[in-house]
């Protein structure tokens, strides 16, 4: 009798584990699998995804979502995630920019016409073992025209201001675009 109520707890403990784990890290799988929008606000029109798919900056362990345009073609959206353990997102060394203890970043878009757009990172999103960053560029214009992207993450030191970039970026990328 002994070992059916051990057997009958161990189940419920980890069914409650279970649970939480699910209801914890629902918004953030959402976000890192294309099932919802790397929109801080929710759009009032579906956005159009510029990219086919997600995709790992390098061997960094940091991922990007697709990338989204509004409707009317203004704006670029997309979503960066990387585990707590991330060596290069944890870095102590300097005096950085931080919001909710992850570091800041200033995004550039070059697009293939050369024309360079500065994004931000403008939320964050925490599961379990995983964080999402959200990174939004208001004066991006998508061009039909348009083949890819390079992206660059420069990590932004608090200078008591507001912050000022990194003079190197930490990640680079190119995107393919739709």
Excluded: C
């Amino acid at each position: 009798m002994k070992k059916v109520r051990v057997a009958i707890f161990g189940l419920i403990a980890v069914l409650i584990a279970a649970v939480f784990f699910y209801v914890d890290n629902k918004e953030v799988n959402a976000l890192k699998n294309n099932q919802t929008y790397p929109m801080v606000e929710a759009p009032r029109q579906h956005p159009e995804p510029i990219t086919v798919s997600s995709q790992e900056i390098g061997d960094t362990k940091v991922h990007l979502t697709k990338l989204y345009s509004r409707n009317d073609a203004k704006g670029l959206y997309l979503g960066m995630w990387y585990g707590d353990r991330n060596a290069v997102m944890k870095n102590k060394e300097k005096d950085w920019l931080r919001e909710k203890g992850h570091i800041e970043f200033l995004v550039k878009a070059v697009d293939s016409n050369g024309t360079t757009y500065n994004g931000h990172t403008i939320g964050t999103k925490e599961g379990t073992f995983t964080t999402f960053r959200y990174i939004q560029f208001d004066d991006f214009r998508y061009d039909k025209e348009l083949d890819e992207l390079d992206l660059a993450f420069y990590p932004m030191m608090d200078d008591g201001k507001g912050g000022v970039p990194y003079e190197h970026p930490w990640l680079e990328t190119t995107v393919e675009v739709e």
